[in-house]
């Protein structure tokens, strides 16, 4: 008796509908018209003679085994992609496609200095980059949404493997006139925990700072709002509070035009580690090594 099989693109359809929530959403992005992603989730419901997926007017609701099936579906489209990374990795080293994922406290800094080399050095890569937190980035490369991230350690990120690229140094970024602008660093005892401005939860240069600090009472004290490094240098600025600020931040500029002096922080974990992380066991793991002697090389 012949055993029918979801095909790939099904599975791709009910993926891409679990993590926009829309049909429509989902169809754009997967390039196909929405009654084609629709009719293919269906097609999948038909063969294996279950309902994944409740359809309102308003809502579109996964059922319990639509959300298992689901989980199940991103490992064996994952599996699938290797199937092409064992092949290219026979190939020429570090070529074709590669989704990377890369924090925003990284990216407009560090990406700008290496991308042009990448391209002169490597027309045949093509690298498609995503810029997102550290979780949602660790979230994207075990659901095969990234072949690699570069983000800042130490963070927990699962089971993976890494390549230290870098450290990058932490700055106190202060309105002149307030602190020691002669100081050739900034012990963490001087820091007033009432002022300190430091990004939302969801970026790990929070917790890196903290970790800096090594003083539990600024985590109860320390006004957490930024949403991004330059929202954080604006309130600095404007004489809201000081900051901490990674060098690669510093050294790009962007206290440029603003009254703000930065000086290192003196303490025991006075840096955060850049690294390069992918899947354990990937099949482009050769690639990733090479890249990232690469991204090393250009500091």
Request: glycine share 6%; aromatic share 4%.
């Amino acid at each position: 008796m012949a055993t029918y099989l979801p095909t790939l693109k099904q599975l791709q359809y009910l993926v891409a509908l679990r993590e926009h929530g829309h049909f429509g959403r989902a169809a754009e992005a997967m390039f196909v018209t929405q009654s084609t992603l629709s009719a293919g989730i269906r097609e999948l419901e038909s063969l294996i003679g279950i309902v994944l997926v409740e359809r309102t007017r308003r809502v579109v609701r996964f059922t319990a085994l639509g959300d298992a099936i689901v989980d199940k579906a991103r490992r064996v489209l994952r599996e699938a992609e290797e199937l092409t990374d064992m092949v290219r990795a026979a190939g020429k080293p570090l070529s074709g496609d590669m989704r990377m994922s890369v924090i925003p406290t990284i990216a407009p800094f560090f990406l700008p200095r290496i991308l042009p080399r990448l391209r002169h050095e490597r027309p045949e890569l093509k690298l498609y980059l995503r810029e997102e937190p550290s979780g949602a980035a660790c979230e994207s490369l075990h659901n095969g949404q990234a072949d690699c991230v570069l983000l800042a350690m130490p963070y927990a990120c699962g089971d993976i493997a890494t390549a230290p690229l870098f450290d990058d140094r932490l700055f106190v970024a202060f309105p002149r006139g307030e602190a020691d602008e002669a100081a050739e660093a900034i012990p963490p005892d001087a820091i007033d925990e009432t002022r300190l401005l430091l990004l939302e939860d969801g970026h790990c240069l929070k917790d890196h700072a903290l970790a800096a600090c090594n003083r539990p009472e600024i985590r109860a004290e320390a006004a957490m709002m930024g949403t991004s490094l330059h929202t954080l240098v604006q309130m600095v600025d404007n004489g809201l509070g000081i900051t901490i600020l990674p060098a690669m931040a510093v050294e790009a500029g962007i206290l440029d035009n603003t009254d703000i002096v930065a000086r290192p922080i003196a303490a025991a974990h006075d840096s955060r580690h850049i690294a390069l992380a992918w899947r354990r066991g990937s099949p482009r793991e050769k690639d990733f090594l090479l890249l990232a002697e690469l991204l090393r090389s250009g500091t």
